[in-house]
């Protein structure tokens, strides 16, 4: 989430802008693909089943929102424990309200909210209320300490066995959610236009303090993250 100016209305800099509303509908067309982006994110293939137990893929059910073990059949909703979960608002206003709130500089009201979306002002007043929560930007200020930087791009991690031109041609050009976490601390998601090394060190400068540990896993973006920062564990994962 970005540091917020609560005084200037003027139009944010350039850098701020970080996906377009068009490029937002290209890369999220409809529920199924918000649905889709939710199974990467929390069920990507060789995930452990939680019946089974053996490493499978997961297949959608049509017509559900659910995907089924591709070896005991079991049902995993990839919205469960989100604020999406069992929500009688689609799954695309969600994320088009999460792109809202988390992709402008000033931030919108709920009153806003409730015009850019087209639910009525309760319904706004609560999902803006569990969208803040989710983006924690209540608390001000950069985090510091030991903070752990994980991206996750729509269509998961890189696979082992992809070159990285492969996973730059294929996934990098993405929106992804950058998640900083204090140890012990305050969480920071953001959602960032894609995960290659500018979009990631331009959000994790404007949010961590030069005097952090920062904590990533090897993907090569975060090769000269370092550069600035009190040191840089690359954690394999
Ligand atoms: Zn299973």
Excluded at 8 to 16: D, K, M, R, Y
Excluded at 20 to 34: G, H, I, K, Q, V
Excluded at 159 to 186: C, D, F, W
Aim: aromatic share 10%.
């Amino acid at each position: 989430m970005a540091v917020r100016n609560r005084d200037s209305v003027a139009p944010a800099p350039s850098s701020e802008s970080q996906m377009t509303y068009s490029r937002f509908l290209e890369l999220l067309p409809d529920n199924d693909a918000c649905l889709e982006y939710l199974k990467e994110r929390f069920f990507p293939d060789g995930t452990e089943c939680p019946k089974c137990g053996k490493a499978s893929k997961f297949h959608r059910i049509s017509g559900r929102s659910a995907y089924s073990c591709q070896f005991c059949g079991n049902h995993v909703y990839p919205t469960a424990g989100t604020i999406f979960h069992k929500s009688t608002v689609s799954l695309q206003l969600w994320f088009f309200a999460v792109y809202l709130m988390s992709s402008t500089r000033c931030g919108i009201s709920a009153k806003q909210l409730e015009r850019e979306i087209g639910v009525t002002y309760k319904t706004a007043h609560r999902m803006f209320k569990l969208i803040r929560t989710l983006l924690a930007d209540d608390d001000e200020g950069q985090l510091e300490g030991n903070v752990v930087v994980d991206e996750s791009a729509y269509g998961g991690k890189p696979r082992a066995n992809e070159s990285h031109s492969q996973i730059l041609k294929r996934k990098s050009y993405r929106p992804t959610i950058l998640a900083m976490v204090e140890r012990g601390g305050r969480v920071r998601p953001l959602v960032i236009p894609d995960r290659g090394s500018r979009s990631i060190h331009m959000a994790v400068k404007q949010h961590v303090l030069p005097s952090s540990m920062l904590f990533t896993d090897e993907w090569d973006a975060y090769k000269t993250l370092a550069r600035g920062y009190r040191g840089h564990r690359r954690i394999k994962h």
